[in-house]
């Protein structure tokens, strides 16, 4: 198509007539790549984007220039901000929480610095005294045990510099994974250490960053227990954030603003943000301890496997974990924790090469139970490890921490049945599995 019509630079605030006289006043965007070519990306003051095809524009006008440059804080850096509020750090990782949409593919990546996000939010400045570290700007996928071992550093020094909570920016596909971590790794904490992030990207108006990111901090600040937590939206809607204990949450939508669920336990708190009021909800917490009674127990080994099970699944697969010398393998079974009869030999052949085998269920909700059918008996005669009601990723976590601080199958199998940080219940309740119609009864009671 051709067209008379002169198009500005990129990021030009615009005003584009239409020949049907109507106005549209905004930034140019980039054209996206899968995009028309007829069609120019217009974001409106709202925060919204709109197209408009070329053939109905009658005249662009150009009435500003919009800056696109970001102030980056270097990593490793930190800013500090004096006051006599409770003292609270910001360790950024990472994540949509930390990301502006790139307007030329479409996709979000790590954009905002530390200054960026704390100018964003200016009420934070009334509620705490922040200290801003940028440790690092990666996406969660991206995350490995060695990355879960310098997170729990930076908390644990942290605490030692006087934080009296630490809230961690962090991607949430792997945020359950790194929750569970510092659990384990970091104990006996003056203060919360809490998670948290955002299904949306900040700069998009219906983005669940604020929400989240106001709450963590509230829940530094007032909570009375001093765990590894989560704290993300608890509906679709804004008003309630809950908070999740590290060891029993999980990522279970990929895009809802709710998508994480306390597994086989109710959320440890509610937040109120527009409050700023914190509700705790069960007494079982541990609770915040001296800042020189805290431990740091930070390492991980990484030759861990964490397999799903599946019908007709290949015992070559577990062999061949034992080949590559893998150190520890998780299994995801079905219901109670099975597996097909022809991973019985292969199962055995790792755990008589020391190799501890642990069984959780990709049913998530519920407890493994080996006691109950034949196949079950046979794997506990073999020698598997049960998760007890640990979801598969903090039974995986678990195991990467415990391979790190010995080779003793006695030793393995004792650490991983012995609960540390609330990830193992001594009973799980039917009702723990929250249905919707409990979620909408439970919200209505909290804010009458």
Not at 215 to 237: D, G, Q, R
Not at 262 to 284: D, H
Request: net charge neutral; charged share 25%.
């Amino acid at each position: 198509m051709t067209t008379s019509i002169s198009i500005p630079e990129p990021f030009s605030r615009v005003r584009i007539v239409t020949k049907d006289g109507s106005e549209i006043v905004g930034i140019l965007l980039p054209r996206p790549e899968t995009a028309s070519p007829d069609v120019l990306v217009i974001k409106l003051p709202n925060g919204y984007n709109v197209g408009i095809s070329l053939e109905k524009i009658e005249r662009i006008e150009v009435i500003g220039r919009e800056s696109t440059k970001t102030v980056e804080i270097p990593v490793g850096h930190l800013v500090k901000s004096g006051g006599e509020l409770p003292k609270v750090r910001l360790i950024a990782t990472g994540g949509t929480i930390m990301s502006k949409v790139d307007y030329v593919t479409g996709a979000v990546y790590p954009s905002f610095s530390l200054e960026d996000l704390y100018e964003l939010y200016p009420e934070l400045r009334n509620i705490a005294s922040l200290e801003l570290y940028n440790l690092m700007a990666v996406f969660s996928e991206d995350f490995t045990p060695e990355t879960w071992s310098k997170l729990a550093e930076s908390v644990y020094k942290a605490f030692l510099e006087g934080s009296e909570g630490v809230v961690v920016l962090h991607g949430t596909d792997t945020m359950h994974y790194s929750a569970a971590a510092l659990a384990f790794a970091v104990r006996n904490m003056p203060g919360p250490v809490a998670l948290v992030g955002s299904q949306r990207s900040s700069d998009r108006p219906s983005s669940d960053a604020f929400e989240n990111l106001l709450s963590a901090v509230l829940t530094c600040i007032k909570a009375p227990f001093a765990e590894s937590v989560v704290v993300m939206h608890y509906t679709t809607n804004d008003g309630i954030v809950a908070v999740h204990r590290g060891t029993k949450v999980r990522k279970m939508h990929t895009s809802r603003r709710d998508a994480f669920v306390s597994i086989n336990c109710e959320p440890i708190a509610y937040v109120y943000p527009q409050e700023l009021k914190l509700e705790v909800r069960t007494r079982r917490y541990i609770p915040r301890h001296r800042r020189e009674d805290m431990v740091l127990d930070n390492k991980f080994e990484s030759k861990v496997a964490l397999v799903k099970f599946y019908p007709g699944m290949d015992p070559e697969i577990i062999h061949y974990l034992v080949d590559r010398k893998y150190r520890g393998i998780v299994i995801e079974g079905t219901g109670f924790g099975h597996v097909r009869k022809e991973l019985l030999e292969p199962i055995r052949r790792a755990i008589e090469n020391e190799i501890p085998v642990v069984i959780a269920s990709q049913t998530i909700f519920g407890r493994v139970n080996l006691n109950v059918y034949r196949r079950g008996v046979e794997l506990l005669r073999i020698g598997v490890i049960p998760a007890e009601d640990m979801h598969p990723e903090t039974a995986y976590v678990k195991l990467c921490w415990t391979l790190a601080k010995t080779s003793n199958m006695d030793e393995i199998r004792k650490i991983m049945l012995t609960p540390i940080a609330y990830e193992i219940s001594p009973r799980t309740e039917p009702h723990h599995y929250v249905t919707p119609l409990e979620v909408r009864e439970l919200i209505e009671k909290l804010t009458r």
